[in-house]
């Protein structure tokens, strides 16, 4: 009890100290997208810079019970509409018997996409990979090798050409944890391991600062102390902060706090603006923020998955509708949002 009185008295409080937010939806030019496979469940999305999309879902569900889908990848030209699928590789000489299991997609430090995939053929784990695709050459390539250690199976940033920020899943998303990845030596480091749980890393290379959601030290408790499920339920419930700090995980500080059911997060390609979903005073959407003006201005009414351009100056999203009867038969929708010149001025809430 003195722990939910902690939090709640937390929140209150912090509550109060939070900036304003605004809406500058009837500023954005929202231009609708075709998808692929409009039925189909979308996982996450990726812009790359010859003005196609990484596009990764669930094509099927095997058992009506249970969700069992296949993750498929395509690329999806926007100009022609045209789709690529993108095959997995082989393992050790032989096809993955049963599926890919693909837990994240990004825009390369190289422009390419990047790819964490597991084989759930292998009931250990593994293996368990990031791979790159070449746009160009279409091509596979692996950068690296988790070892089955499972660090690699959710959001990922590359601070330097080979040097990861990941994160890894424990107990999602209850006590995630933030490591720094070698691509060069293999070596992996936790970072900020006095915190509570930190996920969704997104590396600015202008102003050098990892954004990620966080939450310091639960007040009274640590993880391994959260006994009862009214504990835990507490932790899940409770707000995230948006935090940046350096690449190496130090000085970490709050830039805007208590954001509830986050999504995505990442900066834009130049450095100035992150964009970012999740409820702000009980407003739902995607939401851009300035670090040095910390007033959330609302694009999107509702928080699903986006990416920026490369040139950022426009953000895709896709709706990622979950799969159940009711929703099977409505399409997916996609849009293209064209952010107006004040945001680049700083002047739109002038």
């Known amino acids: ?51 196609s999309l990484g596009l990764m879902y ?69 293996p368990n990979l990031l791979l790159k695709y070449d746009v160009q050459t279409r091509e596979l390539q692996q950068l690296f090798d988790y070892n089955k250690q499972r660090v690699g199976l959710l959001h990922f940033t590359f601070v330097s050409e080979n040097e990861l920020v990941q994160e890894k899943p424990v107990g999602h998303p209850m006590s995630n944890e933030l490591y720094k990845v070698s691509l060069t030596d293999g070596s992996i480091r936790r970072l900020l391991p006095n915190f509570l749980r930190a996920r969704w890393p997104t590396w600015s290379s202008q102003n050098k600062l990892v954004a990620f959601w966080g939450t310091a030290q639960f007040p009274g408790k640590e993880p391994e102390g959260l006994y009862t499920f009214n504990d835990i339920e507490t932790l899940v419930r409770a707000p995230w902060d948006l935090y940046v700090m ?80 009711k929703n099977n038969d409505v399409p997916v929708k996609a849009y293209i949002l064209e952010l107006p010149e004040c945001i680049f001025e700083n002047s739109c809430n002038k």
């Not at 979903?277 to 609302?298: A, E, Q, R």
């Open 1 to 51: 009890m003195k722990t939910k009185m902690l939090v709640f008295f937390m929140v209150i409080f912090l509550m109060g100290c939070t900036p304003k937010s605004s809406d500058i939806q009837d500023l954005v030019t929202k231009r609708e997208v075709p998808v692929p496979l409009p039925y189909a469940y979308y996982r996450d999305v990726a812009w790359l810079p010859d003005n």
């Open 58 to 126: 669930f094509l099927e569900v095997s058992e009506p019970k249970y969700l069992s889908p296949d993750d498929v990848l395509s690329i999806f030209d926007l100009e022609s509409n045209k789709v690529t699928a993108v095959s997995m590789p082989k393992s050790d000489g032989t096809v993955c018997e049963r599926t890919w299991l693909l837990g994240i997609i990004a825009r390369g430090y190289d422009g390419n996409l990047v790819i964490v995939a597991e084989c759930s053929s292998d009931s250990s784990g593994g």
């Open 246 to 325: 350096d690449k190496d995980g130090n000085n970490p500080r709050i830039v805007f706090p208590l954001i509830s059911h986050v999504g995505g997060l990442a900066w834009s390609p130049n450095g100035d603006w992150l964009a970012f979903g999740g409820t702000i005073d009980d407003v739902d959407g995607i939401w851009l923020l300035n670090i040095n003006n910390p007033n959330p201005m609302g694009i999107f009414d509702h928080n699903n998955i986006f990416d920026w351009s490369p040139d950022g100056k426009k953000i895709i999203v896709v709706e990622n509708k979950e799969f159940d009867a």
